[in-house]
């Protein structure tokens, strides 16, 4: 019994070559890749996009809280929060 196994797993098979229009993906594959690299490169567009509007509006934010302090400071402590919306003077 092990000889036969041994034989059959010496004996080389024959050197066939696979059809290539069955091996190539051909102009369907080519589609399906170029359409999936154009979404993945509009999807890092978008994101990229989204994380820049963000970054600038957390820089925007700090700005503004650091006037808004600077305004409170110059003020004499006073802030929009200390401030009775129905006594406010013009």
Known sequence: MFPV?????????PATTPDESIVTPGPLG???IAFIGVAV???VWDMLRRIRRA???E???A???AEEQARAAAA??????DI???TRRN
Not at 6 to 13: C, D, E, K, R
Not at 76 to 81: H, V
């Open 55 to 57: 970054r600038y509006r």
């Open 30 to 32: 080519f589609a399906a």
């Open 63 to 65: 700005e503004l809280d």
């Open 41 to 43: 490169f509009l999807l």
């Open 5 to 13: 196994i041994v034989a059959l797993a010496t004996t080389p098979s």
């Open 76 to 81: 004499g402590g006073e802030t929009d929060d």
């Open 84 to 86: 009775d919306p129905t």
């Open 59 to 61: 820089e925007v934010n």
